[in-house]
């Protein structure tokens, strides 16, 4: 699948999961480009996401 297959995706799956998809995807980038460590990547899917975001 490529990314712009995924993109439209990963947008559906943060709405489904009450998530901004705007802000979802930039906070995302935004810690992985802040050394977000690879080991927890899960913490950054769109179902975990809300718990993330309110700490």
Do not use: C, F
Request: without cysteine; glycine residues 8%; charged residues 20%.
């Amino acid at each position: 699948m490529g990314a712009g297959r995924r993109l439209p995706s990963l947008i559906e799956t943060a709405k489904l999961n009450g998530v901004e998809p705007q802000a979802y995807i930039a906070d995302v980038i935004a810690r992985i480009v802040s050394g977000h460590p690879n080991s927890r990547m899960d913490e950054l899917l769109p179902w975990a996401y809300p718990a993330q975001a309110a700490l």
